[in-house]
Structure formats: structure tokens, C-alpha cells
């Protein structure tokens, strides 16, 4: 089973900054694409940042400049730094994995399947 974990969220001023942090952890082989979703009340779900095993970045209009996300592939971590935090920014934020979990390891072979997994959430609040 794999498992991401989101921190780092909270209260901020506009124009403040926040820095989110995911970390997945379980039976991972290879990580393809993690990245960051953002779903405000009311509103579906939408993209934020991505970033590929190749260190390709996809980022939202909405938030190019601002918003910066980067990787630490050997801890399995994926980060979002937010500045000129706005209150359209309020939303809960969470992290995706795009990732090849083991399913089996018998010690000669060894099993993967690809999967999609999504951490619970962490709320952000710009607000004055």
C-alpha cells in the first residue's frame, strides 16, 4: 500500500507565502509524476504544478510566477512554494502521485502495477 502525506498548510495574509510538503512512502518502485491539485468550496478539482521524473513542470496559469514546485526524488517528496499568496488561493490542496507500486517481490521476480494515488488534503486560507 502506498500512502502521501501533506503538510504544511494553513492561515496566511495576502501576499504571504507558504510552503507545502508530500511525502509518499509504501511499496514504491519508480515515481512517474507528482504534483499538486487544488479544489476550492464549490469548484472541482484543478491542477496546480506537476512534476515528471524528468524534472518537467506543468503549472497552472493561474499561478505561474508565483507558485514554484520542486522534487527530492530519493526521499520521495514532492514541494510547492506559494508567494504572493491571494485569496483566490484559498482552496484544500492536494498532492497526486503518479507511481509504480510493487505488488509482489517473490526475490527472483518482482511485480509492479502502475497506480494513481491522492493524499488527503491540506487546507490553505489567504485571508486578511
Known amino acids: 500500500q502506498v500512502q502521501l502525506v501533506e503538510s504544511g498548510g494553513g492561515l496566511v495574509q495576502p501576499g504571504g507565502s507558504l510552503r507545502l510538503s508530500c511525502l509518499a512512502s509504501?511499496?514504491?518502485?519508480?515515481?512517474?509524476?507528482m504534483g499538486w491539485y487544488r479544489q476550492a468550496p464549490g469548484k472541482q478539482r484543478e491542477l496546480v504544478a506537476t512534476m515528471n521524473r524528468l524534472s518537467i513542470t506543468n503549472y497552472a496559469d493561474s499561478v505561474k510566477g508565483r507558485f514554484t514546485i520542486s522534487r527530492d526524488n530519493a526521499e520521495n517528496t514532492v514541494f510547492l512554494q506559494m508567494n504572493s499568496l491571494k485569496p483566490e488561493d484559498t482552496a484544500t490542496y492536494y498532492c497526486y502521485a503518479d507511481l509504480d507500486e510493487i505488488t509482489s517481490d517473490s526475490g527472483d521476480t518482482l511485480s509492479y502495477a502502475r497506480m494513481d494515488y491522492w493524499g488527503k488534503g491540506t487546507l490553505v486560507t489567504v485571508s486578511s
Open positions: 509504501g511499496n514504491i518502485l519508480n515515481i512517474d509524476s
